[in-house]
């Protein structure tokens, strides 16, 4: 099972480390962080940076693609070179999927053209401009394309994929092998369960982040 | 908040990054990766690598230290580089913490003597090695020292951490940020809640591991 991680300056780390920390464990799978160039690239807080070990052209057909979002996902957009990876790995691929506003790049691609899909939950509306139809799920399947809702998601979506190709047991020896029982400390996960002062605070952070 | 996450060669990402995406969104905080060397540190599946921005003697006296596990923690106990910098940097440290297996590499150092500690379910038993008493919770802090059980619970003690720095706002905000909702499509991420067979295929791969 080959699958590839495509990564772009401004991606979340989370958003890449948490599926490849399920699917590496997939029997026989190997997982490949790509990018446009091979080499470190920087995640969005300018503090951690990642090693792409190959070029997108070098690995233009994986089985499963997972697309991270991150703060400059829309500059991996009109980049471009992400986005049309993802169009002709899309083409042969058993899996397309994403985390976060990664689903923004998979619609850009013209992946969700007509399907329900989730992202980030600050960008659920942006996908429809997509032609996707938002669903406040926390990970979405259509067929082979699966999203997951923001960053810390792509663990849940990925021990789905888990169970759907290797089947339950495996996904649950993953699961207990990288001991995943959240305890969060608070239940504020969701605009829906965080306070309501909480919900503006984060919403204040992002409008400064977009504006700056 | 000068914040140090140390690498090592077979460290698992999660471990590492799971900390990092929660403690980078603390309000003025700097997390750095620091190594033996600066460089890209090679992580235990061998399918990524991690870049380390400084040396560990660049770093030696962090405000807040996060010590990864991973399945060649022993190794790196032996290298004894990582061991002699955190009981250095614990001696200045306003908190000094761990994930997974990474509570050995504290022990090594002599940090939990005498503590209740928790680490990874398959290696409990080994706190006692390090004068540590063993305790079944997901995080267990005792004054500035906090361990967490395995990989996926960085996250839960680093919102915990962020709360008790910066308050429940803050870190209801960043679980929000980072819409940590936890939704895992099975319950099966401790050994008391999985499914008795699939605890013994986990044993059996890491028994197989650790004599590979």
Chains 1, 2 share one sequence.
Not at 13 to 39: H, Q
Not at 51 to 58: G, I, P, Q, S
Not at 97 to 111: D, I, W
Request: charged share 20%.
């Amino acid at each position: 099972m080959d699958i590839a991680i495509p990564l772009y300056d401004g991606f979340t780390a989370l958003d890449a480390v948490g599926p490849y920390e399920v699917l590496s464990n997939l029997p026989g799978a190997t997982v490949r962080f790509v990018a446009a160039e091979s080499g470190p690239v920087a995640a969005d807080t300018g503090m951690l940076s990642l090693v792409a070990e190959a070029a997108l052209d070098e690995v233009p057909a994986p089985e499963i693609l997972c697309v991270p979002g991150g703060r400059e996902t829309r500059a991996a957009i009109a980049d471009g070179r992400v986005v049309e990876w993802v169009r002709r790995a899309h083409e042969t691929s058993e899996w397309t999927t994403s985390v976060c506003t990664g689903a923004l790049v998979l619609g850009a691609a013209g992946v969700l053209e007509g399907l329900a899909a989730t992202t980030y939950w600050l960008q659920l509306d942006s996908l429809r401009e997509c032609g996707a139809r938002p669903t406040e799920q926390r990970v979405v399947r259509e067929g082979k394309v699966v999203t997951a809702a923001g960053v810390s998601s792509g663990i849940d979506m990925a021990l789905t994929l888990a169970a759907l190709i290797a089947g339950d047991d495996v996904a649950q020896a993953i699961q207990l092998g990288i001991e995943y029982d959240p305890q969060p400390p608070f239940d504020a996960g969701s605009e829906a369960k965080a306070p309501e002062h909480v919900v503006e605070l984060v919403r204040a952070v992002a409008a400064a982040r977009s504006s700056a």
